[in-house]
């Protein structure tokens, strides 16, 4: 049971590049989460897919992108990348309700 | 909307001495509350959770957090410290989504350093 698992660990790009960060998820929870970490500001929620088929925008959605592929699968898309753009992202799901979400190991990405 | 503070950025205590975290929320209904743990270069573990009931809330790792609605705290206790507790620690507020879910909101978090 891996739990939540995000590919890649560690990206660089250029201002103006693309690229799509995967999570997937094997607790067969129906909600999933996009968040960028930044120093002293927390965590903030970019996307969020409550249930399979449905995405919606969270608290910092713009240069963003989501699909929620399948039941298990949510990507994050950056169509054009920008430095403000470097940060930590972390994926997480939850069951339905008000419980507890489960975070992934987190993708640093850095924009030069 | 929702939010949460954390007055301390950062705290340093020894081993072996007290420990508590301070936490804020503003919410306007009953909240649904979380401690959350996070080791450098690693993803957020779960700490604890308050949902209704007993306002003492036990978690992992010794840990415990107590809800005090007239204040609208939630803080997060340890009676003895450990180093592997440094650690940074962050406080989130839930609110349940239609069709599903439910949207943290997190506070900026407090670094934990402990001396030995």
């Known amino acids: 049971n891996a739990g939540v698992t995000q590919t890649p660990k560690f990206q660089v790009l250029k201002t103006g590049q693309s690229m799509t960060l995967q999570c997937a998820q094997d607790?067969?929870?129906?909600?999933m989460y996009w968040y960028r970490q930044d120093p002293g500001m927390g965590l903030r929620l970019i996307y969020y897919s409550a249930s399979e088929g449905t995405t919606d925008k969270g608290e910092v959605p713009n240069g963003y992108n989501v699909s929620r592929l399948n039941k298990r699968e949510f990507s994050l898309r950056l169509e054009s990348a920008a430095p403000s753009q470097t940060s930590v992202y972390f994926c997480?799901?939850?069951?339905?309700?008000?419980?507890?979400?489960?975070f992934g190991p987190g993708t640093r990405l850095t924009v030069t | 909307a929702q939010s949460v503070t954390q007055p301390d950025i950062h705290i340093t205590v020894s081993e072996g001495a007290s420990l508590e975290l301070r936490c804020n929320y503003s919410?306007?209904?009953?909240?649904?509350l979380f401690w959350y743990v996070q080791s450098p270069g690693q993803g957020l573990q779960l700490l604890l959770k308050?949902?209704?009931?007993?306002?003492l809330v036990q978690g992992i790792k010794g840990f415990e957090a107590e809800f005090k609605r007239s204040q609208s705290s939630f803080n997060l206790r340890k009676p003895s410290v450990h180093w592997s507790d440094a650690a940074e620690y962050f406080c989130?507020?839930?609110?349940?989504?239609?069709?599903?879910?439910?949207?943290?909101?997190f506070g900026t978090g407090t670094q934990l350093k402990v001396e030995l």
């Open positions: 919410y306007g209904a009953t909240p649904y």
């Open positions: 997480a799901s939850s069951r339905a309700g008000g419980n507890e979400q489960y």
């Open positions: 989130a507020v839930g609110h349940i989504l239609t069709g599903g879910g439910n949207k943290l909101t």
């Open positions: 607790m067969n929870h129906n909600s």
């Open positions: 308050y949902f209704s009931g007993d306002t």
